[in-house]
């Protein structure tokens, strides 16, 4: 699938960006602005479809040289579905759980295919371990927030939530020359609306008021099929999702620990509701985080 490796994808993202992006050596700059951290952003659950409760938005950040581990690892899990041309293997989740009639996974087993799914989740947690590699995911109630775009609700709060984890690495290192950029799954109805908002977030700020300085270009959409990130971030949504709308945790307990956190606050899963009983890990940090504000006050 990327016979002559990461460096042709990187070229590919800057003739996507025009004039904006260069290639020097092996690293990403944007209008002269050292690229660093990419996060891949795909969505799980329909936007219009009623009889769904929950939306999802969810990726993975990676640094750039991150970026080889998790394709090999990948393309070794495609090389043992399929030796004859893993570059035909995409996963996706979705599709792995229900074929509908879909090669390779029609003629697998239902065990083999879970387990496929858990493998690929399993090269996410341990690149996470491995190299620092964090996930993000912004859980939507639609049925509760009916006011809004879930998908414009969740991007401006994981682009927030991105600028923040820059902006802490920021802090840690003494510098703030290192930048991030947004890759997404391909999406005709949303191309456009979600780079427009990424401008109004630089030039006027989000809805909290914060100007995203960490991420310097609009996101830019990708073909899921010609990158393994994206099948990474397909799968955390897809394990978000399960584990919100259908309380099937078997994926998610794989990646729980791998969402962005500082101790015992997690700040990399968002879940957007009025239920203020609900127990999940992202309330519970949030009730946890208010607690100790009025400890302090
Ligand atoms: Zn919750």
């Known amino acids: 699938m990327f016979p002559q490796g990461n ?22 700059f944007i209008r002269g602005v050292t690229i660093t951290y990419l996060l891949y952003l795909d969505d799980s659950g329909s936007v ?35 030796n004859q041309a893993p570059e035909t293997v995409e996963f996706h989740a979705s599709e792995i759980y229900c074929p509908r009639g879909k090669e390779p996974w029609e003629t697998m087993t ?23 590699a964090c996930i993000l995911a912004a859980v939507i ?28 690495i920021h802090k840690r290192d003494g510098n703030n ?3 991030g950029l947004i890759i997404i ?14 401008i109004e977030f630089r030039r006027k700020g989000t809805k909290w008021n914060e100007r995203l ?23 955390i949504a897809y394990s978000v999702f399960r584990r919100y709308e ?17 101790g015992p606050q997690i700040y990399g899963l968002s879940h957007i509701t009025k239920n203020k009983d609900c127990t999940c890990p992202s309330c519970l940090s949030r009730q946890m985080r208010e607690y100790l504000k009025k400890q302090q006050s």
């Not at 799954?185 to 990424?198: F, G, I, P, W």
């Not at 960490?214 to 990158?227: A, G, H, M």
Request: hydrophobic share 35%; net charge positive; with cysteine.
């Open 246 to 262: 259908r309380g099937d945790a078997q994926y998610f307990d794989i990646i729980q620990s791998c969402f962005d956190k500082n």
């Open 110 to 132: 239902r065990e083999n295919r879970v387990q496929t799914q858990k493998e690929v989740l399993k090269i996410i947690a341990n690149e996470s371990k491995r190299s620092g």
């Open 177 to 179: 020359k290192e930048k």
């Open 7 to 28: 460096l042709v994808r990187r070229k590919r993202w800057c003739r996507v960006i025009g004039e904006a992006g260069v290639i020097n050596g092996s690293r990403i």
């Open 213 to 235: 300085n960490s991420i310097p270009e609009v996101p830019l959409f990708v073909n899921s099929k010609t990158s393994r990130p994206i099948q990474a971030a397909d799968h």
């Open 141 to 168: 109630n639609k049925k509760e927030n009916t006011e809004t775009d879930p998908m414009k609700t969740a991007f401006e709060d994981l682009c927030s939530r991105f600028d923040k984890y820059i902006a802490r």
């Open 185 to 198: 799954d391909k999406s005709e109805a949303y191309e456009s609306v979600l780079q427009d908002m990424m």
């Open 48 to 82: 219009r479809n009623q009889k769904e409760e929950h939306f999802v938005l969810a990726g993975l950040i990676l640094h750039e040289n991150s970026l080889f581990w998790i394709n090999k690892r990948m393309n070794e899990l495609a090389g043992e579905i399929s």
